[in-house]
């Protein structure tokens, strides 16, 4: 164990992990010290997420070590009420206090900066309840109480980059999946966007070339995905929030428009926030069992479905998103499940179970592996998108799987609502008409939470 997590070390593109010689789970306030004295670091840059889900900045410049000792320490006040609309003016004071596990180097100041991803606790010094980075925290430790399962979780970040059309090398309309240069022309903007979100504590899986590309007149529209790998559940939805700001502050940097938004236009690939899931019990993947998906994940998939209709109210929270959300255009439409089906609301990705022989056909000379890849099994949930609010989102996913696994009849509702079949055949209609509908406007997706309510508290 020790040298793998040295070989972890070593690989590790976060500058304050390669210094300090230890993973961010184990940094100290006095680690960040050191750092910061030992690179001349200026300025200390709190962020913490506001009600609008963009991450909000309070900037130090670092006076005195005493200074930095108490800022590290003590945290700060902010105006609550200016940063959630349902926290009155007239007690409006939080602390804002530092992770220091998700401290990063700034990539764009020119001042040499530290930044520090920040909690709310109120006026009595306990976390806000109301706080969604806590609601999310609250949200794990009841399943991992109730269920001994711990979720780890990761994103597929869509966005398209908007910029002035090239004369040369015009890819095809709709025809730019996992296409290179010279018929992709920001290669390079999503390379450093890359680089940028390993550097601050981001896990990516890859980067590529997405299927919208198109343009219009002189206007040229190029869509990009970046997929992280699975990570525990709070780490996660702090990478996509850093990853967010990073691709938006890079755009601004290059003066080019970049935008998360669910849908442009009418038949052109819309942009989502796809989430892969896996429960795991003690290290282990618990999502397979002897090489097929287990009983523990078909229970998780129910409990994702029985509440999709919910889930939209955090996941697709602008009234574009219920444009992406149609027939023919890879987005789900129907509360249904199946494997590899990208027009299902829950797909279960290829997962290399019993697939070792590839690397002997294509590498002859290599010697067998032993073991399998159980680890690499995901779960997906489909319709979320760039408007989501990340942590409520992960945080109702988290209720979801635990409402599955403690549902009486769970097996039987994934039985019910899992299909095998291209579910926008016509010849498959008899099957569709039985599935229920996710939500077509964000009016239907609050009226679907709020009888989630209703039911669950007995308000009338």
């Not at 290059?254 to 819309?270: D, E, M, N, R, S």
Request: net charge negative; hydrophobic share 35%; with cysteine.
């Amino acid at each position: 164990m020790e040298n793998h997590i040295k070989q972890i070390i070593q690989m590790n593109p976060n500058p304050l992990v390669q210094y300090l010689n230890k993973l961010p789970q184990d940094f100290t306030r006095d680690d960040l010290i050191l750092y910061i004295e030992d690179h001349n670091i200026e300025m200390i840059n709190f962020r913490y997420a506001g009600e609008d889900g963009r991450l909000k900045t309070l900037n130090f410049v670092i006076n005195s070590r005493k200074h930095l000792e108490d800022v590290l320490t003590m945290g700060e006040r902010v105006d609550g009420s200016s940063l959630f609309s349902h926290i009155e003016a007239g007690s409006s004071d939080l602390y804002v206090m530092p992770r220091y596990k998700t401290a990063f180097v700034n990539p764009f100041s020119e001042i040499p900066a530290l930044d520090i991803l920040c909690s709310y606790y109120d006026k009595d010094g306990n976390p806000l309840e109301s706080a969604p980075q806590y609601i999310l925290q609250k949200a794990h430790k009841a399943l991992k109480e109730k269920t001994g399962l711990e979720f780890h979780v990761m994103g597929e970040l869509e966005f398209y980059i908007i910029s002035e059309k090239q004369p040369l090398y015009e890819a095809i309309d709709q025809h730019g999946y996992h296409e290179s240069s010279p018929f992709t022309n920001w290669d390079h903007f999503r390379r450093e966007a890359m680089s940028a979100i390993a550097q601050a504590g981001g896990n990516l899986k890859y980067g590529h070339s997405e299927v919208g590309n198109f343009s219009v007149g002189d206007t040229e529209y190029e869509q990009n995905e970046l997929e992280f790998t699975p990570t525990l559940l709070e780490d996660a939805a702090d990478q996509l929030l850093i990853a967010k700001w990073i691709l938006r502050t890079l755009g601004n940097k290059y003066g080019v428009t970049l935008t998360f938004a669910p849908k442009i236009t009418i038949g052109k690939a819309g942009s989502g926030l796809h989430i892969h899931t896996r429960l795991m019990k003690n290290g282990a993947n618990a999502m397979v069992e002897n090489g097929m998906l287990s009983d523990t994940a078909k229970k998780a998939i129910s409990g994702y479905l029985y509440l999709a209709s919910s889930l939209t109210a955090f996941g697709n929270t602008n009234p574009t998103s219920y444009f992406r959300l149609v027939p023919h255009q890879e987005a789900p439409t129907n509360i249904c499940w199946g494997d590899r089906n990208r027009s299902v609301l829950v797909r279960v990705p290829l997962g290399w179970t019993g697939n070792k022989e590839m690397y002997l056909l294509a590498n002859p000379n290599e010697k067998p592996i032993e073991g399998d890849f159980p680890e690499r099994q995901t779960v997906e949930f489909r319709c979320p998108d760039g408007s989501a609010d990340i942590y409520l989102l992960l945080a109702g996913l988290t209720v979801a799987a635990r409402h599955g696994l403690e549902m009486k009849d769970s097996l039987a509702f994934a039985e019910k609502t899992y299909v095998d079949v291209n579910i926008f055949d016509e010849d498959h209609k008899d099957k569709v008409k039985n599935l229920k509908q996710l939500p077509t406007s964000c009016w239907e997706s609050a009226d679907a939470i709020m009888d989630l309510v209703k039911t669950y508290f007995h308000c009338g």
